[in-house]
């Protein structure tokens, strides 16, 4: 059964940095493309990053390029997502995604995957 479980959350003030973590369980980590995922209050989920399987290659949606940054070591079947100079839009429930379409990887971003953590809290106070 696979699992994912999210961590890091939490409250930051504006400009400031955050890391959230992700451990997958019950498969092969390294057997899917990943993602992050968001859903700001009121809003739809929309997708923040993915990353192939391999960790070679990632994607941004493009608002976020150049203050996240997505990673994953396949030997601790963990996924990162760190963010840097955050912003109040920035508040989100954000989750961890598996098994991540290669449609979702570019516009539209369409949210799909077939496997969701149940998500982690980031506030980021003006």
């Known amino acids: 059964q696979v699992q994912l479980v999210e961590s890091g959350g939490g409250l930051v003030q504006a400009g400031g940095s955050l890391k959230l973590s992700c451990v997958g369980s019950?498969?092969?980590?390294?057997?899917?493309?990943m993602a992050w995922f968001r859903q700001p209050p009121g809003k739809e989920r929309e997708f923040v990053a993915a990353i192939s399987w391999s960790g070679g290659s990632a994607y941004y949606v493009d608002s976020l390029k150049g203050r996240f940054t997505i990673s994953r070591d396949n030997t601790k079947n963990t996924l990162w997502l760190q963010m840097n100079a955050t912003k109040p839009e920035d508040t989100a429930v954000y989750y961890c995604a598996a098994n991540v379409p290669a449609q979702t990887w570019f516009p539209p971003h369409d949210p799909q995957a077939d496997y969701w953590g149940k998500g982690t809290l980031v506030i980021v106070s003006s």
């Open positions: 019950g498969y092969l980590f390294s057997t899917y493309a």
